[in-house]
């Protein structure tokens, strides 16, 4: 009896303890959040009243590439994976210059039309203060990671409008197929919290109910498998062009500002070539396709292209905005190519990619309900998972860890970073895969014979 009171009471005073840090962290982020989401409106007037202000690219990557090089290295990239690294590698441990030079190498890159989004930023300046805040108070390595992650999710919950599917992601994205369920109390508060104090003050939100959802059918739902299949394969597209965009910006053998320099460069030119529809946020374009209008069937690739020169070539910001712009594109495509209604298969597009390329299905498919409402879910649902499955042992977050491998038939190492994982094929005799490689392999040895 003195035991379970003895638990029980530990227990309480975790709860009262998590609740009351998960709400500092919460406000912090939503006031840093709000902050970098107004200077960010400001500075997205200037591309209105200037009709070439592109052409500052190529000085705007050069200037966010060395204040990054030279004020605060760990600054560089897409901002959710470097906060990922240093949970896995640093105890959450964030140098508090990357939370001036993060925001001020963002607002530079979006300012000249780099082609990033905002939520990296947002979570790498939330997981900064937050382990600012734990290193002022002198907590130790366990409670500043929670600290740390409660910043992830507290960050995305105030960028996107939807603090749930935040609160989620925050503890998601560190582990594929797996999920910290210790910090899931702490993450949901810090998450509603971060987003009712940026909403409170000033800060709107996109949410489009979908009410044009088809009465379920065998068809219906076999085009959603469909339609799961083809994001896995848009998601796996676009890891592999920010891996080959990494490689082609570590052959240059000059420094990095002078990358990006080229890096603009060359986006100018692909500018002049098709639209600037391409750079930037991409917010128009994304709102257009959920409300059912075309694009062009390549815009999804373009949007590619953009973002992994961006992103490997100096710029600063995150990676999941330009996800929803390939994920609503790509999804328009789909609808187009089976007659289907193009705003229903951009938002299912929109959180599949998602899913699929930050391995996070479970967010992403509360995501779903939270910007599309409710009838949608259980197709985007089953779009999320297919999707998530279909791109594989692979990331846009290098640093993310296999928790357990997306099939049994493939042998790969659990407990490694992800860009360390090579999968192979694991032969099972009385599997269907193996029974089906057998007799190929059985028809190839009599053909040669």
Known sequence: MKRRFAEETILLISVIKWVFLATVVGIIVGLSTTLFLKLLDWSRLFGVNHSYYFLLLPVALFLSAAIIKYLAPDAEGHGTEKVIEAVHKRSGKIKAAVVPVKLVATLITLVAGGSVGKEGPCAQIGGGLSSVFADLFRFGNRD??????????????????????????????????GILYDVLLPSFIAG?????????????????????????????????????????????????????GNRLSARLQISKPLKGIAGGLA?????????????????????????????????????????????????????????????????????????????????????????????????????????????????????????????????????????????????????????????????????????????VKKIKDKTRK
């Open 144 to 177: 500043r990671k929670k600290l740390v992650i409660c910043g992830i999710s507290a960050g995305f919950a105030a960028v996107f409008g939807t603090p749930i599917a935040g609160a989620i992601f925050g503890v998601e994205v560190l582990f594929i197929g």
């Open 192 to 244: 509603i919290m971060s987003y009712h104090i940026a909403s409170s003050l000033g800060i709107t939100y996109f949410y489009h109910t979908i009410n044009f959802v088809p009465v379920f059918s065998e068809a219906f739902f076999l085009k959603i498998v469909l339609a799961g299949i083809f994001f896995g394969l848009c998601s796996a597209l676009l890891i592999e062009m920010l891996k080959l």
């Open 267 to 439: 986006l100018v030119g692909l500018v002049f070539i098709f639209s600037t529809q391409y750079l930037g946020l991409g917010l128009g374009t994304i709102q257009s396709s959920l409300e059912g209008m075309k694009t062009v069937w390549y815009a999804f690739i373009l949007k590619i292209i953009f973002t992994s020169i961006t992103l490997n070539f100096g710029g600063s910001g995150g990676i999941v905005t330009p996800i929803f712009f390939i994920g609503a594109t790509s999804g328009g495509l789909f609808a187009n190519l089976l007659g289907l209604d193009v705003g229903t298969f951009a938002a299912v597009g929109l959180v599949a990619v998602l899913a699929g390329a930050a391995n996070t299905p479970i967010a992403a498919s509360i995501m779903a309900v939270e910007l599309f409402g409710p009838k949608i879910a259980p197709y985007a649902t089953v779009a999320c998972v297919i999707s998530f499955l279909m791109t594989g042992h692979r990331s846009v977050y290098p640093s993310q860890i296999l928790s357990t491998k997306k099939s049994p038939s493939l042998m790969v190492e659990t407990g490694e970073e992800i860009e360390k994982v090579e999968a192979r094929f694991q032969p099972r005799n009385k599997s269907l895969i193996g029974v089906l490689l057998g007799i």
